[in-house]
C-alpha cells in the first residue's frame, strides 16, 4: 500500500511539473532557423530552406567616411530594388547603421511577395583590439563594450532603440520592427591572429562555459569561451526582451579558420584557429548555430601553393583551388556554413595573383569580374554552403590596400575615385565621375570636346586636356599620326625643379622638364613610363625596403631614363613544405590596354585607357599613375629623393605636349601646353551598375 502510495505520488509529482513546464515555456517567434546544411525561413507556416544568396553593403558613398553614415533612406530603397532585381534574396550589414536603413528596408518589403532578408552585423572597436589585445583586458572592456553594442542591435531591428549620438556610431530613432526579415546574426570581424593568441595565453584558465542557450566544448579555447558568453548574452537578451530567436554565428576568415595549411609561407597566416565548432547549441536554443567565413581565391598564400589545393581537379576538368579549400572547410563542420564574403575586384590595379585560375584580386574587367564572381558562387552553391554574400554591393571610394596605401593622402580618400586601388572596386554598383555621365571616355567619340579643352595648338595639330575624380583625359589630333606605323610620345611635366629635358638614345628633347612620358607603339605595346629619379616604387623598394637592388642613376635628375611604372604583388616568399624561396613579385600597372572605355559601348572594356580614332587618340590616366596623392586638393608626391617620404605638395597646373615619330623623323623638341588644375571638396558622381551586375542576375535566377 505504501508502495503504491509512493507510485501516484511521484506520478503526480511528474504531472505537475509537466503542467508547470507546458503552462511556463516561453512562446518563441522564430522566423529562421538552421537546416542541416541549410538556413531555413519560416513560410506558409512551415520552415522551408533557403539558399542566401545577396551581397555586402558598406556603409558610405563617394564624399564621406563610413563613420558618417551618409547613405539616404531614398538610396538605400533605390538599392535594394536594384538588388532583389538581381534575384538576390539577402543583405549583409556589418554593423548598426543609420535608421534610413531600417526605415528602407521595411518601407520596401511592406510591397514584397518576396522579402529582402538581412543579416546584421556587431563589429568590435579595432583601436581596442590593438590596444588591449586582449578580449578579458582592461576589466573586460572589450566584452563589456560588445555585449552593449549588440543589445543595441537587438532593440534596433526591433524598431525599439534611441541611439546617443557617438562619434564613428550610427545615432537616431529606431522605429520600424525589421525583425521578422532578419535571417541571422554575423557577429565579430576578421579576427587578428595576436589578438586570439594573446587572448588565449592570458586567459588559460578559463573554464568552457554553460549556459541556458549556448556551451562550450571542452576543448574550447579562451577565445571561444569568450564567443561562447557573447552568444549567450545577445540570444539570452532578445529571448527576454522581444520573445525572438535567430540564428547566430561568428565571423571567421582562413587566417583563423580551423584547418592547418603547412606550406602557408607567412606564420601568422596559419598560427592559432578560431572554430565555432566548439561552440554548441542548448535544446532551448531552438534557431541554432551556424559557420560562416570569408573567402577569396587570392590570398592567404596557401591558396596559391598548397600542395593539395594546386592538384585539386574540378568537375570540369580544372584546376581549382577554391573549390579544394571549401570542400574541406565543409567536410571539418557539422553545421551550415555561409560564405559570408567573396568576390573580385574590377579595378584597373592588382595587389594579388591567383596563380592556377586567374581570379586575381584586381586589374579585373567588370564583364570578367560578373564571371569570376559567378564561378566561385556556383562553387560554393555546389559544394553544399548555406548562402553565398558577395563582397560588395557598391563601390567604396574611402578603401585602401597594402601596395598603394603609401601614394596618397589617408584623410582625401573618399573625395576622389582611385582605380589603382583594388579595395575600392569589388562594387556591383559603380560610383562614376560626373553628375550624368564622365566628362570623358576614351571611345573615339569627338563630340564631348570643344575648343575651350585645347592646351596646345601646333600647325593645325592640337592637344586638348579634361580631367574629372578618377583621370586625366588626354586627345591629340593630329593628321600626321599613323597609329599602325608610327610612335607617338606625350611628356607631362608635373612638378618643378626635376624631370628630364630628353629621352635617352633618342632624338626626342623636351622644352620643359618632363616627369612622365606616354609611349604609344600600337595596341598591345603602349605604356606610361615615370622618370627613375621620380619612380616612387624603385625608391620604396630599394630605399625604404630592400626587394630590389639599387642602381647607379636612381638618385641622378635628368638622367634621360624613364622607368616603366609597377605594383608590388607580393613580398619574398619561404614554402616551409617545399622549402622553396620565392622571390618579391610585381607587375608593370603602367602599361596600356586599348579599347573602348564607354559603358554605353556594345565594345565596352572597363579596363581601357586608350582609343584611337583614324588621326585622334583619346586617353585617360588615373590619377595615381602621375603620382598625385589627393587630385581633389591639387596635391602630388613631392621630390621623394629629398624629402621624408612621403611628402605631398600643391601645384597648380601641369604641362603637356607630344611628338609623332616616324622612322625617318629627325631630332624633336617638345613644345608644352599648360593645364589649369581644378579642386573640389565634395566630388559630383553618378551611379551606373557594371557589367557584372547582368551577369550575377542571370545566374542567380537559376539557384534557389
Do not use: C
Not at 513546464?21 to 522564430?30: R, S, T
Not at 532585381?85 to 531600417?102: G, H
Not at 579585373?364 to 554591393?393: C, K, N, R, T
Not at 603602349?526 to 639599387?550: C, G, M, N, P
Amino acid at each position: 500500500m505504501k508502495k503504491y502510495i509512493l507510485i501516484v505520488i511521484i506520478m503526480l509529482i511528474s504531472a505537475l511539473l509537466l503542467i508547470f513546464f507546458v503552462f511556463n515555456k516561453k512562446e518563441y517567434h522564430i522566423y529562421s532557423k538552421v537546416g542541416n546544411d541549410s538556413i531555413q525561413v519560416l513560410k506558409d507556416n512551415e520552415y522551408q530552406d533557403i539558399f542566401l544568396k545577396g551581397v555586402n553593403i558598406g556603409a558610405t558613398k563617394p564624399g564621406f567616411f563610413p563613420g558618417e553614415l551618409a547613405i539616404t533612406k531614398n538610396e538605400y530603397f533605390q538599392w535594394f530594388q536594384m538588388i532583389k532585381d538581381m534575384n538576390a534574396n539577402t543583405v549583409r550589414v556589418y554593423t548598426i547603421l543609420s535608421p534610413n536603413f531600417y526605415d528602407a528596408l521595411y518601407d520596401f518589403n511592406k510591397d514584397q511577395e518576396e522579402p529582402l532578408y538581412f543579416m546584421q552585423g556587431v563589429w568590435i572597436n579595432e583601436d581596442d583590439i590593438v590596444d588591449i589585445l586582449d578580449v578579458y583586458g582592461q576589466d573586460n572592456k572589450i566584452i563589456n563594450n560588445f555585449i552593449s553594442d549588440s543589445k543595441s542591435a537587438v532593440d534596433v531591428i526591433n524598431g525599439n532603440a534611441q541611439l546617443p549620438i557617438r562619434p564613428g556610431f550610427a545615432s537616431g530613432s529606431y522605429t520600424k520592427d525589421v525583425s521578422m526579415y532578419m535571417v541571422g546574426w554575423l557577429l565579430g570581424l576578421e579576427w587578428d591572429p595576436g589578438f586570439v593568441i594573446n587572448t588565449n595565453e592570458n586567459n588559460f584558465e578559463k573554464i568552457p562555459f554553460q549556459g541556458i542557450y549556448a556551451y562550450n566544448t571542452p576543448d574550447s579555447s579562451p577565445f571561444e569561451i569568450f564567443l561562447a558568453e557573447i552568444a549567450e548574452e545577445i540570444i539570452s537578451y532578445e529571448v527576454d526582451t522581444y520573445n525572438n530567436m535567430r540564428p547566430l554565428s561568428f565571423v571567421n576568415w582562413l587566417t583563423t579558420d580551423p584547418l592547418s595549411h603547412p606550406n602557408e609561407p607567412f606564420v601568422s597566416e596559419d598560427e592559432v584557429s578560431v572554430d565555432v565548432e566548439h561552440i554548441k547549441a542548448t535544446e532551448n536554443y531552438e534557431a541554432g548555430f551556424f559557420a560562416s567565413y570569408h573567402i577569396y581565391p587570392y590570398y592567404p598564400e596557401f591558396m596559391n601553393y598548397s600542395l593539395s589545393y594546386s592538384n585539386y581537379i574540378d568537375n570540369d576538368g580544372n584546376i581549382n583551388p577554391y573549390k579544394g579549400y571549401l570542400e574541406d572547410l565543409k567536410n571539418h563542420h557539422s553545421m551550415p556554413i555561409v560564405v559570408g564574403e567573396f568576390g573580385i575586384p574590377s579595378s584597373r590595379g592588382k595587389a594579388h595573383d591567383a596563380l592556377y585560375t586567374g581570379f586575381n584580386q584586381g586589374n579585373i574587367s567588370e564583364e570578367m569580374q560578373g564571371e569570376m564572381v559567378v564561378d566561385l558562387a556556383h562553387d560554393i552553391y555546389e559544394s553544399g554552403y548555406a548562402g553565398a554574400m558577395i563582397f560588395s554591393w557598391q563601390d567604396e571610394w574611402f578603401k585602401r590596400t597594402w601596395n598603394t596605401n603609401q601614394y596618397d593622402l589617408s584623410h582625401r580618400r573618399p573625395f576622389w575615385s582611385n582605380i589603382q586601388t583594388n579595395e575600392q572596386y569589388f562594387g556591383l554598383l559603380a560610383f562614376d565621375p560626373g553628375e550624368e555621365s564622365r566628362v570623358s571616355y576614351a571611345d573615339g567619340d569627338m563630340s564631348e570636346w570643344s575648343n575651350q579643352d585645347v592646351i596646345l595648338t601646333q600647325e593645325n595639330q592640337d592637344i586638348s586636356i579634361k580631367s574629372d575624380a578618377r583621370y586625366l583625359y588626354i586627345l591629340i589630333n593630329d593628321q600626321n599620326f599613323d597609329f599602325d606605323t608610327d610612335k607617338l610620345y606625350i611628356a607631362i611635366d608635373t612638378l618643378d625643379g626635376q624631370g628630364n629635358d630628353h629621352i635617352i638614345d633618342t632624338n626626342i628633347s623636351f622644352s620643359r622638364d618632363a616627369d612622365f612620358v606616354i609611349e604609344i607603339n600600337d595596341e598591345d605595346d603602349s605604356r606610361i613610363l615615370v622618370d627613375q629619379y621620380y619612380d616612387a616604387f624603385q625608391y620604396l623598394h630599394s630605399y625604404r625596403y630592400t626587394y630590389l637592388e639599387k642602381t647607379m642613376i636612381d638618385n641622378t635628375k635628368n638622367s634621360g631614363v624613364f622607368n616603366s611604372m609597377n605594383l608590388a604583388l607580393s613580398y619574398p616568399l619561404y614554402l616551409p613544405e617545399e622549402e622553396t624561396n620565392i622571390p618579391f613579385q610585381y607587375y608593370e600597372t603602367g602599361k596600356l590596354v586599348y579599347g573602348n572605355a564607354n559603358p554605353s559601348s556594345d565594345s565596352y572594356n572597363s579596363l581601357s585607357d586608350f582609343y584611337v580614332n583614324n588621326h585622334s587618340i583619346e586617353l585617360q590616366i588615373p590619377w595615381q599613375l602621375l603620382n598625385f596623392t589627393d587630385p581633389s586638393t591639387k596635391s602630388i608626391m613631392s621630390d621623394i629623393k629629398t624629402n621624408t617620404w612621403l611628402t605631398s605638395q600643391m601645384i597648380d597646373s601641369i604641362h603637356l605636349g607630344w611628338a609623332v615619330v616616324k622612322d625617318d623623323t629627325d631630332a624633336i623638341n617638345v613644345q608644352f601646353g599648360s593645364y589649369l588644375l581644378s579642386s573640389w571638396e565634395y566630388p559630383v558622381y553618378h551611379e551606373r551598375l557594371k557589367q557584372s551586375y547582368y551577369i550575377i542576375q542571370s545566374y542567380f535566377e537559376t539557384i534557389d
